[in-house]
Structures are given as structure tokens and as C-alpha cells.
């Protein structure tokens, strides 16, 4: 298949989950905590499979695997959040997305982020760059001081609020705002189209950034970790993300907020000696 046809199929299939969820949106209210503050409903299983099988369909043979039922994490394989933002989803707030992304050998390929109820895809693929509903995207060209970065609280690592709450701090003194709108995939989509200009969480799922940070990148803008590697944050979750200024003080600030952390740590275990 060739890099359009995959593309093709990405949007088909993502299409094919947010139908699910509009179908159902307002009419569940309630779903299993899997951990806290992290859901999971019905309609997050049915949007994988609606996503699964229009993938077989599209694109045979390629390897799947979704954030609620697995599946197999291959050299090439598509990486799926078929409901990010259950939560939102739950409480009736429409900003929720369907990710879709081809990794190759450790990097995005191909990324799509649909969200279904505000009438809205972004896509992207390796050198051809980032789109929505037919527009081509960059990244801002804001200065830090007007910037507004996105966020979301490291529900999942609540042990890591010590660097999370530095890093918010210092990011609420340095840009003009924040903003938590509790979707990562649309976050990361936003930052691509230029309404936020920077993105920084910790400990996201693979299928939470895969096909977002393609987007970004594609955008002109800069993805890396905490500890500005260029690849790690596909799997560690650790992610800066934003244009190329802005990039540039949120890993500064990173740096700054992960030594002031450690500094501590090695003070109050000298203290305890």
C-alpha cells in the first residue's frame, strides 16, 4: 500500500470509531474505573472495534493494537485511542477524539485525530505534511510571553506531582495561560493547527500521543521529552510539544523543574541519614 492509501485508510477508520460515539453521546453516564479518574465504557470497546475492522478492511495484514483490547505492538502496526477523553465523553463535554497512527519502527508515520462532535480531522504523514479538513497547518509564531500551552494532570502518575507541579508553576509564570481541556490527542492537534502554541503532560499512553505528535512535527513544530530525546517520549509519555520557541523554554523549564526535584530528594534523604 502506498503512504496515501494507508493515510486513507487511517481516516476511514477513525471516521468509522467517531460514528460510534456520536451515536451514543449524552446517553452514558457512567463507566468502570480501570484506575482513578481513568474510564472506561462500552462505547470505547465498540469504537475500537469499529476502528479495528474498517483497518482490516483498508489495510490487511498490518499489526493493531488499541489502548482497551491490545493486540500486537509490531516493527510496523497501527497504534489506536478509540475514545480519548472518556471522561469528557461521560460528563457530556464534547472534547473527545479517535486517534489513529501508523509507528514504524518507533516513529509516527501516518496520524489522524478525529473529533467527532466538534465536526473536525487532522492529518498527517511523514514529509507530506499536517492538514485539517483540507487546510495546511503550521504552528504558531507567538513569543512565549502570549503563548498558551496546553496540559493535562498526571493522573496515572500522581507519585510524579512533585515534577509535574514545578513544571506547572513555573509554565503559569512564563506564558500567558494554560489551558486543560483533558483530550491529549486534540491537544496535540491544536498546537499543530496554532490555537495552542505548547503541550507538556507526563505519562501518556502511547495511543494518547502517537498520532498528534506526528501532526505537530509536520506543523513545524518540536516534539521531544522531558529530557529533550528525541524519541523517548513515545513510550515514557513525557512529552514537550510546541513550536520552536515555545518548545525551547518548556525544556528549559522541564530541565529546571526536574533538577529542583531531585535536588530535593537527595536533601531530605541527606537529612534522614
Not at 465523553?89 to 497512527?101: D, E, Q, Y
Not at 504552528?139 to 498558551?148: D, K, L, M, T, Y
Not at 503559569?172 to 491529549?184: I, V, W
Amino acid at each position: 500500500m502506498t503512504p496515501d492509501d494507508l493515510l486513507t485508510a487511517a481516516v476511514r477508520a477513525a471516521e468509522a470509531g467517531g460514528r460510534v460515539i456520536v451515536e451514543s453521546f449524552g446517553e452514558v453516564r457512567r463507566g468502570d474505573a480501570k484506575a482513578p479518574g481513568d474510564y472506561v465504557t462500552a462505547v470505547d470497546h465498540a469504537s475500537e472495534d469499529a476502528v479495528r475492522e474498517s483497518l482490516a478492511r483498508d489495510a490487511p495484514g498490518v499489526a493493531f493494537f488499541g489502548e482497551e483490547q491490545g493486540g500486537t505492538r509490531a516493527a510496523v502496526g497501527w497504534i489506536v485511542d478509540p475514545l480519548d477523553g472518556t471522561a469528557n465523553f461521560l460528563h457530556a463535554f464534547p472534547a473527545v477524539g479517535v486517534s489513529v497512527a501508523l509507528v514504524e519502527d518507533g516513529v509516527p508515520t501516518v496520524g489522524v485525530v478525529h473529533a467527532p462532535l466538534l465536526g473536525s480531522t487532522w492529518t498527517a504523514r511523514t514529509g507530506a505534511g499536517a492538514w485539517r479538513d483540507g487546510r495546511r497547518l503550521s504552528v504558531s509564531e507567538r513569543a512565549p510571553g502570549e503563548a498558551i500551552c496546553g496540559t493535562g494532570f498526571p493522573f496515572k502518575a500522581k507519585a510524579r506531582l512533585p515534577e509535574y507541579l514545578a513544571m506547572f508553576e513555573a509554565c503559569f509564570r512564563r506564558f500567558e495561560d494554560l489551558r486543560r481541556p483533558g483530550a491529549a490527542s486534540l491537544d496535540l492537534a491544536w498546537v499543530a493547527e496554532g490555537v495552542f502554541d505548547g503541550f507538556f503532560e507526563l505519562g501518556l499512553g502511547v495511543w494518547d500521543v502517537a498520532a498528534g505528535a506526528l501532526l505537530i512535527r509536520e506543523a513545524g513544530g518540536v516534539v521531544t521529552d522531558w529530557a529533550g530525546g528525541d524519541r523517548a517520549w513515545l513510550e515514557s509519555g513525557d512529552i514537550l510539544a510546541g513550536a520552536g520557541g515555545v518548545h525551547a523554554v518548556l525544556a528549559e523549564l522541564a530541565a529546571d523543574a526536574l533538577r529542583g526535584v531531585g535536588d530535593r530528594a537527595r536533601q531530605e534523604a541527606r537529612q534522614e541519614e
